[in-house]
């Protein structure tokens, strides 16, 4: 069965540092891996995907096969990514296994 | 709005008693998935509908759950006998087709006393 680990609870940072948010999955075939984000009072909503291969609010992420990990980054942190994360893995059209998520706080 | 809905988002009830949740998805997407989340983690999955169809359900999914999605729109979670280990963020998420990219409702939060 796959799996998503974020072995990070909660990450903090002060505006305008880089940020990684860290990733790792188990699956032995082709996964397709995605981030999606939770504001404040807000529904969980994509981040971005692996197969699109591009730069949401700054954010981007790549997959490693070779370390199963799809980890988030972005070079400058803003106090508006102030959210929760939570990385997640689908197989063939099937539901979404999710990691338990990573909180990030962007400091001013 | 045309996201997905949920309704009621909250609820409250004693334990032994049944519930009942709604969901309404994004009108032309016909997958539908139910989710349930706990604190602390990441939603997990509880089964999802293709149509009308049930296609998968989670090894979470005890026999005091049932779902239906009767004419391919709308789908209903029940859960008979709650138990305080009921009480979390209830999910429903929709997509088209095998696209993997899930829309969210805003949730049901269930609390179980």
């Known amino acids: 069965a796959q799996r998503v680990t974020q072995p990070e609870k909660l990450l903090s940072v002060f505006k305008g540092a880089p940020v990684e948010l860290k990733c790792n999955y188990s699956?032995?075939?082709?996964?397709?891996l995605f981030w999606y984000v939770q504001y404040s009072r807000q529904r969980l909503q994509l981040l971005l995907r692996h197969i699109s291969r591009e730069s949401i609010k700054g954010f981007t992420a790549d997959l490693n096969k070779g370390e199963t990990s799809f980890h988030l980054k972005k070079p400058f942190a803003q106090e508006e990514d102030s959210a929760m994360y939570y990385c997640?893995?689908?197989?063939?059209?099937?539901?979404?296994?999710f990691g338990s998520g990573t909180r990030l706080q962007v400091q001013p | 709005d045309t996201g997905v809905s949920q309704d009621p988002r909250h609820k409250i009830t004693k334990r032994g008693q049944n519930v009942t949740f709604r969901c309404d998805p994004i009108?032309?997407?016909?997958?539908l998935y139910w989710y349930r989340q706990t604190l602390g983690q990441g939603p997990e999955f509880l089964t999802y509908?293709?149509?009308?169809?049930?296609?998968?359900k989670s090894r979470l999914l005890s026999d005091r759950f049932s779902a239906e999605r009767p004419k391919g729109s709308f789908s209903t979670l029940e859960i008979q006998r709650t138990e305080q280990g009921d009480s979390a963020m209830y999910l429903c998420?929709?997509?088209?087709?095998?696209?993997?990219?899930?829309?969210f409702g805003p949730g049901t939060r269930l609390t179980v006393l």
């Open positions: 699956y032995s075939g082709s996964p397709e």
């Open positions: 998420a929709s997509s088209f087709n095998d696209r993997r990219e899930q829309f």
């Open positions: 997640a893995l689908s197989v063939t059209g099937r539901a979404l296994t």
């Open positions: 509908f293709q149509n009308e169809a049930q296609l998968e």
């Open positions: 009108s032309e997407h016909n997958r």
